[in-house]
């Protein structure tokens, strides 16, 4: 039987969809097969849109089955005329189909308006009519965290307080967000929030005087501006603004937003990557100083000219080439500054449907937020078998990378996106990475791209340590007529260095590929550490994450046109790197036709490694030859 968890605010603005989006994550990472659903649709605009909570997992959560929702104006006829009743069975129908074949289903209530009143009663009546475990969510305003409990614990009186089993406890979003002079949050871009308060709350201190209450905190979520950086693309569009050049408008993103009515060397430090400078048309100095900082790698959200006036042609010309080759978005508007100042105000910086990036960043950040052992209890309530969804692979995945403590080193240290690859992995703890490249330029891209150098990273200068390795790469390859002379040339290749680092056991591993091909990634290790034990070749996988569940395809990149007995051993190796990541082998030997429905050179060599297979490893499930589709669906 499945469970049922609505999650209901206590007030509007506490981020319901964030906490919705990481709940359904965290319960996915553990395999739990999840149903989501929105009872009552609530667009923005309040207009009967399709509610924008349930397009995201939709859109983000193939795997994830959701319920229609009811359109908000069908809901207010039916409360209107006093039918509460009737609309409360059309939810537990809608209900009742989604727990046919879910394991959880997670219902997001109603958010609390000044239009609708009747928010609290309907959240009630739904978690009364679905026999759903409630969770409060909330965001501090301007209280202490005593005043926060006491908020807390009132709220929840209305839904049985203490007596009520089925109120699990309360999630408390946006903690030490921004506040404005009159203690609102602030969920804005504006650089100005420097000069306001912002609550000084410890999670420590809210956490304890949490521990006497009767209700428990599941989720403290601190405020992080990162998943407020909005597209450029979405101000364009709030703003009806005229494009003067595209760039990267569809992906870079805005961080803050600038002002720029000082003069220029009281503006320049705020130049920085992210930052969306609002300058009148009719400042060059603005425009030759954003060209400047874009030359030299600062990746600046984008230029927003007021004013209506046009760009000087010189100034323009001047510029342009860099503005391209940058892909910096230059767009304007009419208005003035003023009126720019108060349009940027109003824009709505909740995550769009279509900005999957941002809604990624959304579903992980909260997801690590939410109490393990509250997660591991829902999940373990179920009886269904548990299947490895991509969610719950990646963050296996993970786990087992920060378990294992591992180091690795990435020869193409100073690429930016190996740099902000190895900068996400120290933060996440997954790996200890080691950079091979020149430290001041390493430097400089991670600045450029405001990409945080923490301790989990290690960077060595290829040129510092290449001598080292000279001697023992003569003795590996003097069968090959390997000289000193010939040796150094090679480890100017920094595939050659980081494989002789693995050879000498300084790392544990070696990632290539974003600058580097396959073949020249690989061939190194071929001739300096060879194949494992007991294998003639070498062979790839790749982990296809399909919305529903995670496939092992080998081999699609390194042997074009293997023999039978090459066949068999892929294969095996295949099946062994699936167990390691913690798939259940089932080997499908895949041809252009089944059994023995076809004919053919190549069908007779899958026959026969299929054979050799089985007989080389009885222990494994292997089939074959099968079409592509007759496997899959098995």
Request: charged letters at 20%; a negative charge.
């Amino acid at each position: 039987m499945s469970r049922t968890i609505i999650l209901i605010p206590i007030s509007a603005g506490v981020g319901l969809t964030s906490v919705s989006l990481g709940l359904l994550q965290a319960l996915e990472q553990k395999g739990a097969k999840i149903g989501f659903m929105k009872p009552i649709s609530q667009p923005i605009s309040g207009e009967d849109k399709l509610d924008r909570t349930t397009s995201i997992v939709r859109t983000t959560s193939a795997s994830i089955e959701t319920a229609e929702p009811f359109m908000l104006s069908v809901a207010e006829s039916l409360i209107g005329q006093n039918q509460s009743d009737v609309l409360l069975e059309k939810i537990v129908e809608h209900h009742q189909q989604l727990s046919k074949n879910n394991d959880i289903i997670v219902v997001e209530g109603l958010i609390p308006t000044r239009k609708n009143s009747y928010s609290s009663r309907i959240n009630y009546e739904v978690a009364q009519a679905l026999d759903a475990e409630i969770i409060l969510v909330s965001a501090p305003a301007t209280e202490t965290p005593e005043a926060l409990k006491e908020r807390i614990e009132a709220a929840a009186t209305s839904f049985g307080g203490k007596n009520n089993p089925n109120l699990l406890g309360v999630v408390i979003n946006k903690f030490n967000a921004p506040i404005d002079e009159s203690g609102r949050t602030r969920p804005d871009l504006s650089e100005i929030f420097d000069a306001f308060q912002h609550s000084h709350n410890q999670i420590a201190e809210v956490y304890r005087l949490f521990e006497k209450s009767p209700i428990q905190i599941l989720a403290c979520i601190p405020w992080s501006p990162d998943l407020i950086a909005t597209r450029v693309i979405d101000l364009v569009k709030h703003l009806s603004a005229a494009i003067i050049n595209e760039g990267d408008m569809s992906t870079r993103r805005i961080r803050g937003i600038t002002f720029c009515a000082r003069s220029l060397q009281n503006m320049v430090e705020h130049f920085r990557t992210g930052s969306l400078l609002v300058a009148s048309a009719d400042r060059p100095d603005v425009l030759v100083a954003a060209s400047l900082a874009a030359s030299n790698g600062v990746e600046l959200g984008g230029i927003l000219l007021t004013g209506g006036y046009k760009i000087d042609p010189a100034i323009k010309k001047l510029c342009q080439r860099t503005f391209e080759s940058t892909g910096l978005p230059i767009f304007r508007i009419e208005g003035n500054t003023w009126q720019t100042a108060l349009n940027l105000q109003s824009f709505n910086l909740e995550v769009p449907v279509d900005d999957k990036e941002r809604i990624e960043n959304i579903k992980q950040y909260t997801s690590q937020q939410f109490d393990a052992g509250f997660i591991h209890s829902i999940v373990g309530g179920s009886s269904r078998i548990r299947r490895l969804s991509p969610p719950a692979f990646r963050y296996q995945l993970t786990e087992l990378a920060r378990a294992a403590k591992k180091r690795i080193v990435l020869p193409e240290g100073d690429e930016p996106r190996t740099v902000k690859a190895a900068s996400l992995c120290a933060e996440r703890g997954i790996a200890e990475c080691i950079l091979l490249a020149n430290p001041d330029e390493v430097k400089r891209v991670a600045e450029a791209q405001g990409v945080n150098l923490g301790s989990g990273i290690n960077i060595i200068d290829p040129a510092s340590v290449r001598e080292n390795y000279v001697k023992r790469l003569v003795e590996l390859r003097k069968n090959k007529g390997m000289t000193e002379a010939s040796a150094r040339e090679q480890l100017e290749d920094n595939v050659v260095l980081g494989t002789m680092m693995l050879e000498a056991n300084e790392v544990d591993g070696l990632v290539s590929g974003a600058i580097h091909t396959t073949a020249n990634t690989i061939r190194p290790p071929m001739q300096i550490i060879k194949t494992a034990p007991g294998s003639s070749i070498v062979s790839s996988i790749f982990f296809m994450l399909l919305p529903d569940q995670v496939l092992v395809y080998g081999d699609c990149a390194v042997n074009p046109d293997p023999t039978a007995e090459q066949l068999a051993e892929i294969a095996i190796q295949s099946a062994d790197s699936a167990k390691a990541f913690g798939i259940d082998p089932k080997v499908a030997m895949i041809s252009y036709s089944t059994g023995t429905s076809g004919s053919g050179v190549d069908v007779e060599k899958v026959k026969e490694a299929t054979r050799i297979a089985q007989e080389k490893r009885p222990d494994l499930l292997i089939d074959g030859p099968l079409q592509y589709d007759a496997a899959v669906m098995e």
